[in-house]
């Protein structure tokens, strides 16, 4: 029944209809799965049931929109409790692979322990990167933190809630390793706060759920004691970043809820690029 109003409310195309359709039928969607996501994980009081359900509902803008293949070789940027790894155990076929990476070191035991076990061509890696919420002992900057992965090794990379918390210095070097991680053809999926005329007006009359009052080069944010805990960032800067790295943004771009704008998609706007 999920699944079906899934379907409906944002009308995927029959491709999507017909992925759902063989994806319930081969693995019958949450059965066993639950038991790979930590029991005492609270997500925006979701259970585990309920990430579960957002991690497939992920997995089929990926497929659906960005055309993810079972046979990718998939880098997961920021990959937490490994709840988009969980979607993606039962997509990716045995010529596919994953990685995922996050700088919360209890995370990345958790998905070792329970994930890689189970499924040995997941693999989770821990990044020593600062962060004064979630890895204040980190040694590294982000802004210097180079990925353990080779050039052109993957066919698609995934930045989901990851530069909603980034300045622009982090931000823009985080690009640029996406953009040699990646082969050419390539797909990168990020999401964002994106600012435009109908963002922009929306926070200045007081729709937009986020008021992002404090600005700064490029961006602005919600807090000026911690910036990073939410940054949305001009549309065009964007787009300009994404074109100095090779990569090539899909259009049309997918605009969040967070504005209160008319949209079928989710609270986040998220861009889709290519590797040229």
Avoid at 232 to 261: C, F, H, K, M
Wanted: glycine share 8%; hydrophobic share 35%.
């Amino acid at each position: 029944m999920y699944f079906a109003k899934l379907n409906f409310r944002n009308r995927f195309s029959k491709g999507g209809t017909l992925y759902f359709a063989k994806l319930n039928f081969r693995n019958r969607f949450s059965k066993g799965r639950k038991e790979l996501l930590p029991p005492w994980i609270k997500w925006d009081s979701k259970d585990g049931q309920e990430l579960i359900e957002t991690g497939d509902q992920e997995l089929a803008y990926f497929v659906t929109i960005c055309g993810l293949q079972p046979n990718a070789r998939v880098l997961d940027i920021g990959c937490g409790i490994g709840r988009i790894a969980v979607a993606l155990t039962h997509y990716l076929t045995s010529e596919g692979g994953y990685d995922g990476i996050d700088i919360i070191p209890g995370a990345i035991k958790w998905c070792t322990r329970k994930i890689t076990r189970q499924y040995p061509r997941f693999c989770f890696h821990f990044a020593d990167i600062y962060s004064k919420a979630y890895n204040p002992k980190g040694r590294v900057k982000a802004s210097d933190y180079a990925f353990p992965f080779d050039k052109d090794l993957f066919d698609f990379v995934i930045l989901s809630s990851v530069f909603t918390h980034m300045l622009p210095e982090d931000l823009e070097h985080y690009i640029s390793e996406v953009a040699r991680m990646l082969r050419p053809g390539g797909t990168c999926f990020a999401t964002y706060f994106l600012l435009n005329p109908e963002t922009l007006e929306h926070i200045e009359t007081g729709k937009s759920t986020l008021g992002f009052q404090f600005k700064g080069d490029q961006y602005r944010t919600i807090s000026h004691e911690v910036p990073e805990s939410a940054v949305a960032y001009n549309e065009d800067y964007v787009i300009n970043l994404y074109a100095q790295n090779g990569l090539t943004i899909a259009t049309p771009i997918r605009y969040g809820t967070w504005s209160l704008r008319a949209t079928d998609y989710e609270y986040q706007d998220f861009v889709v690029a290519h590797k040229v």
